[in-house]
């Protein structure tokens, strides 16, 4: 007899406890009122995965919002896209997710100031941005490691994002999609002037790149980590976030690491 699977130590031969969340939208919220009707709706303490109802922003969420919680993720599709969650489907939920495939997803940490003084923090499971918040381009240099790479980039702004964030804005800015399990995080320039044809660059995950604001006075820019924002950003860096980690289940077949590959043969 095979050994049963684990999720969060527990047997899945048990019956599972399930908590389940939904967004404000009335899909998910009908969603959400037909699962709790057939499974009973632990607390978020007390659970053993968390089910969330919504779109890819809603997900998002949920992922920054349960961090610490340490419990896997499995999203049911109550929004648009749905590229980071499962198809909603009300039977079987039980056989489903114990039938799932675990994906682990790192984020990375940001570090701003702004023109005030002030220094924020904040994690990006898909990207960390800065972008020109005015009529005038942004005018950044870019520091990896230490070292100076690119003295003056003329240009909308630039983001670092990771795997999992790389089929999104990264991939809009046309930036490369990068598979899950690859230590590497995309670099990639947001409609770029000079100079003209640089794209970005393919990083270690364990690089910290800074970008700096060569002209914070005429030219503002904004620094976003997911949704987090914030404006008149002198310096921003960005840096692997070490120790933490989100767990997000999959149903077979329809691993997010399938999705990033199929995104690269969707036209």
């Keep these: 007899m095979e050994p049963d699977r684990i999720i969060q130590g527990i047997p ?3 019956e599972k406890r399930f908590a389940f969340v939904g967004s ?7 969603a959400l009122e037909e699962l709790t009707a057939l499974h009973e709706n632990s607390a978020l303490d007390d659970c053993d995965v968390i089910v969330a109802l919504g779109g890819d922003g809603f997900i998002l969420r949920c992922l ?3 961090l610490d919680l340490g419990k896997p993720i499995y999203g049911m599709n109550r929004g648009t896209v749905g590229f980071l969650l499962n198809e909603y489907r009300p039977d079987e ?7 799932a495939n675990e994906e682990q997803l790192h984020p990375l940490q940001m570090n701003a100031l702004s023109t005030n003084g002030e220094e924020v923090q904040a994690l990006a499971f898909n990207e960390i941005s800065i972008l020109r918040c005015s009529s005038q381009s942004a005018n950044l240099k870019i520091t990896i490691d230490g070292q100076e790479r690119l003295d003056k980039l003329i240009c ?4 670092v994002a990771t795997s ?4 999104a804005y990264n ?4 930036g490369p999609v990068i598979p899950l399990g690859v230590d590497l995080m995309a670099l990639t320039a947001i409609s770029p002037f000079r ?3 640089w794209r970005g660059a393919l990083l270690p995950r364990t690089a910290e790149v800074r970008f700096d604001n060569l002209d914070p006075v005429k030219r503002p820019l904004l620094a976003s980590a997911d949704h987090t924002e914030i404006d008149d950003v002198v310096s921003l860096t960005v840096s692997p976030c070490e120790g933490k980690m989100v767990r997000m289940l999959f149903d077979p077949g329809h691993s997010l690491n399938e999705r990033i590959l199929r995104e690269q043969f969707t036209f």
């Design 12 to 14: 899945m031969s048990q």
């Design 24 to 30: 404000g939208s009335a899909a998910a919220q009908s």
């Design 64 to 66: 920054h919002q349960y």
């Design 93 to 99: 939920l039980a056989q489903r997710i114990e039938n």
């Design 156 to 159: 909308d702004g630039a983001l």
């Design 164 to 167: 999992a964030g790389s089929t």
């Design 171 to 174: 991939l809009s800015a046309h």
């Design 195 to 197: 100079p003209r044809r």
